[in-house]
């Protein structure tokens, strides 16, 4: 068996850190992805609230003009 030279050592050592390195940034990628579309989500629900409670003044308005006719 060939002796591992410090290079081929410190190679390793880099290619280790490195896989590592990635290995963080995609768990962290993907985390910020789901955050992401929850986030998206909570939006639609609140722009959908926010039209509910604009139709519902547009409808106490016009009764409120038509009462005080």
Known sequence: MAKKSRLTTAAVQ?????GK????AHRTADKAVKAAH???QELMEL???VDAL????KK????LK???K
């Open 66 to 68: 038509a009462a005080l």
């Open 47 to 49: 722009s959908k609230q």
């Open 38 to 40: 929850v986030a998206r």
């Open 14 to 18: 880099i290619g280790s850190a490195v």
């Open 21 to 24: 390195v990635d290995g963080t």
């Open 54 to 57: 604009t139709q519902q003044l």
């Open 60 to 63: 106490s308005t016009k009764r």
